[in-house]
């Protein structure tokens, strides 16, 4: 069993074949840092599995001030969920912070081998499931932790950030300035 199958195989079974035929819906790509995935006011078509990288999904304000919503890294899923499933336009924009290898998946496609395939269904609606989880303790991250904890927290779960991707990204993910920034990573590393 391949390492990618193995993650998958730990969030829901997936047998050979199922696996085998999730992957034949998949698209390996690589994007170079600066790609832009999804832009804000399209209906997209596919969902990307970060193999490699780091990515974010933001919005913007009617000034053009970026917020990012979501910082993805490694074995996590990049979406505009809600323009996929409404097929509306998008309200946010997906970007590659990195170079990124991906598994792009067509959405539709996907729909469909939920319905003709129960592992993948099962799959699928547990990986929704941890991904409504994870955004929900985001949130609580976000009106309960202080942003040096919140920072100490994202240092954790992608490690190395601070040599991925630019302060001003760190910065907007925590909802603080990057000077702002700057003072916790001097705080934090003077000790």
């Not at 698209?27 to 999804?38: I, Q, S």
């Not at 996907?110 to 989880?133: D, F, G, M, P, S």
């Amino acid at each position: 069993m391949n390492e990618l199958h193995q993650f998958m195989n730990n969030i829901s079974p997936l047998s050979e074949e199922s696996f085998r035929i999730y992957m034949d819906m998949c698209e390996e790509k690589t994007y170079k840092a600066g790609t832009v995935l999804t832009e804000i006011g399209t209906v997209p078509d596919h969902l990307y599995f970060i193999q490699t990288g780091v990515a974010r999904s933001y919005s913007e304000t009617e000034k053009g001030v970026e917020y990012i919503r979501s910082l993805i890294s490694t074995y996590n899923i990049l979406a505009a969920t809600e323009a996929l499933i409404t097929r509306l336009p998008s309200k946010i924009a997906c970007q590659c912070l990195t170079d990124c290898t991906v598994l792009r998946i067509n959405y539709n496609v996907l729909v469909q081998k939920c319905k003709e395939n129960q592992e993948i269904a099962a799959w699928y609606t547990r990986t929704v499931e941890l991904h409504y989880a994870h955004l929900q303790k985001t949130n609580d991250e976000l009106l309960t932790l202080n942003a040096t904890q919140r920072y100490l927290i994202l240092q954790k779960r992608i490690p190395n950030i601070d040599n991925l991707i630019n302060q001003y990204h760190i910065a907007s993910r925590l909802g603080i300035t990057p000077i702002q920034l700057s003072r916790i990573r001097k705080k934090l590393y003077s000790k």
